[in-house]
């Protein structure tokens, strides 16, 4: 059997199952079990295909066909052109989020300065960020250790060495560990899903830990701890930048207003949904 065969083949049932992207999808899991690109796969697809990947590529199918995600399934995400490492611990990057790294880099001169990102998961606007801002000091925290170790891994990998990672509980951690007391910039893709949002039963999002998705009070405990507790962490003048849900939008600004926080703004993403919120410290040193 040629390899274009096998992808004709996998593409069919993951259509049958009800992928929206079978044929996308297909590819990207033939090329993991190849060690390839899809350029690479395109050219070479007339090539005979060993047992061992037909085998392989059967197995990731059938796992597809069910629903898991395929960043689990290859283990590999690309977040701001980042090639991650993703592990079952923690959220799988969303390109959402890259609305959060623009907003706090657009708020980051190039000048150096201290960035703390809370419930870092893979590292993803950690690592993107430190990698835009090499002079910048970069911490991550978050509260499952398998989270950290896989954050410290992607960024050896990278090869980002401006970026630290701690296991904390928010900043419970913070005061004690040998980080800076404060900083320019916090940022945060906090849990934020309430507990009986349909959207935990559907698509990627049944495979992913609830600790990463889901939050007391309509999904908004998180975000309204992080809003009260940023300002000890902050720079007087430092910005708290949070994704949340597009619904959230009004219910997270008022919470950034009374906690004092100054032009308050919420930013749309490419979608046009409202899912950053800021704030501005004016606190006393
Ligand atoms: C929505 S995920 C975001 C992951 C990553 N920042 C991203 O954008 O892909 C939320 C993350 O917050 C972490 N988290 C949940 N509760 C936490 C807590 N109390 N303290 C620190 N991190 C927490 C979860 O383990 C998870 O990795």
């Known amino acids: 059997m040629t390899l274009d065969a096998l992808l004709i083949e996998g593409c069919q049932r993951l259509s049958i199952a009800g992928s929206p992207s079978p044929r996308l999808d297909a590819e990207v899991l033939l090329t993991h079990c190849l060690g390839r690109d899809r350029a690479w796969l395109y050219t070479w697809g007339d090539q005979a295909c060993d047992t061992w990947t037909r085998a392989r590529f059967a197995a990731l199918v059938a ?3 069910d629903g898991q995600p395929i960043a689990y399934l ?3 995400r690309e977040f701001w052109g980042l090639p991650l490492t993703t592990s079952r611990h923690t ?4 390109p959402d989020t890259e609305t959060l790294v ?3 880099l657009q708020r980051a001169p190039y000048a150096p300065g201290a960035l703390l990102d809370m419930g870092t998961g893979t590292g993803a606007i950690a690592l ?4 835009e801002r090499p ?3 970069v911490v991550g925290v978050d509260v499952r250790h398998e989270a950290v170790e896989l954050a410290m891994a992607n960024a050896r990998r990278l090869g980002i060495t401006n970026a630290t990672f ?3 509980h928010w900043f419970t951690a913070l005061a004690s560990a040998p980080v800076r007391a404060r900083f320019d910039l916090i940022v945060a893709n906090p849990p934020y899903v309430a507990d009986n949002d349909p959207h935990l039963e559907q698509g990627d999002v049944r495979f992913e830990p609830r600790s990463a998705l889901v939050a007391a009070g309509q999904g908004l405990a998180d975000l309204h701890y992080l809003i009260s507790s940023a300002h000890a962490f902050l720079h007087p003048h430092g910005c708290l930048l949070l994704e949340h849900g597009c619904a959230q939008a009004s219910a997270v600004r008022q919470s950034f ?3 004092g926080y100054k032009n308050v703004e919420s930013l749309s993403d490419l979608a046009g949904q409202e899912r950053v919120t800021l704030g501005w410290s004016m606190t006393s040193p």
């Open 257 to 259: 207003i009374s906690g």
């Open 102 to 104: 623009e907003a706090a």
């Open 135 to 137: 002079g910048w000091e």
């Open 91 to 94: 959220l799988i990057p969303r």
């Open 63 to 65: 796992a597809r066909a």
């Open 166 to 168: 701690l296991c904390s």
């Open 74 to 76: 290859t283990g590999e």
């Open 128 to 131: 993107a960020f430190a990698s």
